[in-house]
């Protein structure tokens, strides 16, 4: 049964006696936040995302554009900065896919969406129009990652491995065993470098024809997955486990070492500052968490939200932050410091406390599943939108994961 239809049914038989399915972890968070959608920023239109939703991937195209990605095919485009948005829906309306990242190459002319299902979208007009390519995959892809206005790389369940050097004409499909993977990214040096289940790392020096094994690789139950990976143009990079744990480069990923930070929230998206501003990197994570990081020191950005943030974009002097019951926060650098924009909505104390319950509870149940069965269950660890959910899920009942030396 396709996941939509999951979230028809708002607690599916009180989620199958706790026998939680992603989806059905994101619904039951979602009845949480209901009421209490964020739309941050000035002029914001709070109509385009409501509590129901649940946004995945945003990246910013040529100057003033902006784009939000979501379930069921949302795709939520702004033309100002993020001070405005509107709303469309891409693909089929009979069976709509849900969508999980949107990046644009250099310029912002070419971007590429992806999502559940193996779906891949391509503009080359900054957003104007999205074509449907045809994919050569039906795993669901979780990232894209744009080198150049022909070349990206996408990577998803199943060990999913996904490289184009002509724009979508024909791609290079990898696999990595079962793996999921979560994130993907592009160095400097012109190197494909993706992270995912069990602290995996893989890199490919040719555009994803071939891939070497950089940590990880190993199915250790106890290993935190990697669920971010981000580079900067002057070399620096970082991968960020679920914990966090981060490790550090400052030569396109030729060496590693670990980064100790005093930060405890669980992380699921990690940027580059591309513009202007002096902080190197961002992560973001659960419950709101959203902190820029800059030659190992933090620094937070209350967004009063409680909701999950599961992608952050930068242009500039101007960022955007999506994630779970339709979170979108505006923020915006002044005087060397930055602040979410005017008229965000806050989430009342009372349901972050039911919140952080609801994932107690899952996490629990999670936990209870994986050691009977030795991995996550089927519709969890491996759906189409499974990884990213059970993984924050499990996130909340874990303190914290101690670094390793990193890759080779």
């Known amino acids: 049964m396709r996941r939509e239809k999951r979230y028809k049914s708002r607690f599916a038989g009180s989620l199958r006696a706790l026998g939680l399915s992603a989806g059905a972890a994101i619904l039951l ?99 104007g129009t999205w074509a449907k390519i045809p994919s050569p995959v039906k795993d669901s892809l979780f990232k894209v990652a744009v080198m150049n206005s022909d070349a990206a790389c996408a990577v998803g369940a199943n060990g999913t491995l996904l490289c184009t050097e002509n724009g979508g004409s024909t791609w290079t499909v990898n696999h990595f065993m079962d793996f999921a993977f979560f994130d993907v990214a592009f160095s400097p040096l012109g190197s494909a470098w993706a992270v995912g289940e069990y602290r995996t790392v893989v890199s490919s020096s040719d555009n994803g024809k071939h891939w070497q094994v950089q940590s990880g690789g190993k199915r250790i139950f106890t290993e935190p997955p990697n669920f971010a990976v981000a580079f900067n143009p ?85 960022g955007i932050a999506v994630g779970l019951g339709g979170t979108m926060v505006r923020l915006q650098r002044t005087d060397e410091t930055w602040r979410v924009s005017a008229n965000q909505v806050g989430i009342s104390p009372a349901k972050q406390e039911v919140a952080s319950d609801v994932r107690d509870r899952i996490a629990a149940q999670i936990r209870v599943r994986k050691t009977q069965s030795g991995t996550c269950s089927a519709g969890g660890m491996h759906d189409a939108l499974g990884a990213q959910d059970v993984f924050q899920s499990l996130g909340a009942s874990q303190k914290s994961y101690v670094g390793g030396s990193g890759p080779a």
């Open 29 to 127: 968070l979602s009845c949480v936040f209901a009421g209490s959608a964020v739309v941050a920023g000035d002029n914001a239109d709070s109509a385009v995302a409501g509590q129901w939703d649940s946004l995945f991937g945003v990246a910013f195209g040529t100057t003033g554009t902006a784009f939000v990605v979501g379930a069921k095919g949302t795709l939520i485009e702004s033309h100002n900065d993020g001070k405005s948005w509107k709303r469309k829906q891409l693909g089929d309306p009979v069976q709509l896919y849900d969508l999980y990242s949107v990046r644009f190459a250099p310029g912002g002319e070419v971007g590429w969406i992806v999502g559940e299902g193996g779906t891949i979208f391509r503009t080359k007009d900054g957003g």
């Open 234 to 318: 002057s070399g620096d990079g970082i991968i960020v486990a679920l914990g966090p744990a981060i490790q550090q480069t400052q030569n396109s990923g030729q060496s590693w070492a670990s980064l100790t930070i005093n930060e405890t929230g669980q992380v699921y998206a990690a940027v580059a500052n591309q513009g202007s501003a002096a902080t190197k990197f961002w992560i973001a994570g659960s419950e709101g968490f959203l902190v820029d990081l800059d030659d190992g020191k933090t620094s937070r950005v209350p967004t009063g939200v409680a909701a999950d943030i599961t992608d952050i974009g930068f242009s500039g002097d101007t």
